[in-house]
Antibody, heavy 115, light 110 residues
Framework: QVQLVESGGGLVHPGGSLRLTCEVSGFTFSHFYMSWIRQASGKGLEWIAYISSNDDAKYYSESVEGRFTISRDYGRNSLYLQMNNLGVEDTAVYYC????????WGQGTLVTVSS | IVMTQTPFSLSVTPGQPASISCKSGRSLLHSDGKTYLYWYLQRPGQSPHLLIYEGSSRFSGVPDRFSGSGSGTDFTLKISRVEAEDVGVYYCMQALDVYSFGQGTRLEMK
């Protein structure tokens, strides 16, 4: 069955960096767009980045453009989100999701930015 | 594209219908003929999951009491008979121009 498992979250100081991983299984990774979406505690969903199936297109929300980088490794069936210069406003649960329609989601990983 | 959902919350008696509206800042009809509007449910403590894609198609495993309708900029999610497992927050999302979500509609049981 389709599975997406996020990891790499944790506590980081403002200005710090973190790399999230989304390991997938149960489908052909190279066939699907992949996205990262985040959700601050008690708030709504915010899309932040996606990458095309063949890695030729990447898009970011204005809130993370220039600080976050999305990438993928076909050999490892993994999606990544490199997050630099983190601020307290980046504190959230981060989800990866599959496909244009975000048909499958992982369970999320919590990123806390605090001094 | 700004997505606006109404109501902010609703309280429904089990077995009764429910309806959520979603309006987009511009038409979500693509030149490929598809309408890039999606509906999700996030149950308490869980990840969101897809209910409806391309405006009106039910995703795999979604009960037929859920239906999506609308076109252009105005869309509706309807639940014909609300059940206890339908409690949570409902989001609409557009995928025509990158992605953006509505602010969510919280459904609770009376």
């Amino acid at each position: 069955q389709v599975q997406l498992v996020e990891s790499g979250g944790g506590l980081v100081h403002p200005g710090g960096s973190l790399r999230l991983t989304c390991e997938v299984s149960g489908f052909t990774f190279s066939h699907f767009y992949m996205s990262w979406i985040r959700q601050a505690s008690g708030k709504g969903l915010e899309w932040i980045a996606y990458i095309s199936s063949n890695d030729d297109a990447k898009y970011y929300s204005e809130s993370v453009e220039g600080r976050f980088t999305i990438s993928r490794d076909y050999g490892r069936n993994s999606l990544y989100l490199q997050m630099n210069n983190l601020g307290v406003e980046d504190t959230a649960v981060y989800y990866c999701a599959r496909g244009v329609g975000l048909g499958h989601w992982g369970q999320g990983t919590l990123v806390t930015v605090s001094s | 594209i700004v997505m606006t959902q109404t109501p902010f919350s609703l309280s429904v008696t089990p077995g009764q219908p429910a309806s959520i509206s979603c309006k987009s800042g511009r038409s979500l009809l693509h030149s490929d003929g598809k309408t890039y509007l999606y509906w999700y449910l996030q149950r308490p403590g869980q990840s969101p999951h897809l209910l409806i894609y391309e405006g009106s198609s039910r995703f795999s495993g979604v009960p037929d009491r859920f239906s999506g309708s609308g076109s252009g900029t105005d869309f509706t999610l309807k639940i014909s008979r609300v059940e206890a497992e339908d409690v949570g927050v409902y989001y609409c999302m557009q995928a025509l121009d990158v992605y953006s979500f509505g602010q969510g509609t919280r459904l609770e049981m009376k």
